[in-house]
């Protein structure tokens, strides 16, 4: 069954731009270099006001905790967790099975396209401002 693993980044000062790079080469070298996830995603919060200090997030999918255990050992993988180590981060990470209790709504075509826009119910009623950092208090019916 399909696993979706999810990590959270935290440093004790802001990472340089210089490793900021370094890390996400790292991330972005696995799909050639590993080869073992189904999906992986790599990012940093748009506005930080929600974070606790967590600066980055990875996503990734694996088809089942096998595979997930081999990437975790494979020599690629492992010389990111030094890097983490070296740059004194605490990770949160949180694994989970894709199945019809945690799948809440399906992807359309099974793939992330960029340009693609959510469905908003009502509009864009619920859209959050570009400088507004707080849900939107609800309208009364």
Known sequence: MTL???VLFSFPRELTGDEAAQM???????PSEIGL???C???????????RGYGYLLYTEFPDVATMEEYRAHPVH?????????HE?????????????TVLMPESNGAATLSQTPRRPGGDAGRLSERNTTWPKPTPP
Do not use: N
């Not at 492992?78 to 070296?86: S, T």
């Not at 605490?90 to 894709?98: K, Q, V």
């Open 4 to 6: 979706q693993h999810v």
């Open 24 to 30: 996400r080469a790292m991330v972005a070298s696995w």
């Open 37 to 39: 996830m189904t999906k």
């Open 41 to 51: 995603r790599f990012g940093t919060d748009l506005t930080g006001a929600r974070t």
């Open 78 to 86: 492992q010389r990111f967790l030094d890097w983490l180590i070296d």
């Open 89 to 101: 981060c605490t990770p949160l990470a949180f694994d989970f099975y894709l199945g019809e209790d």
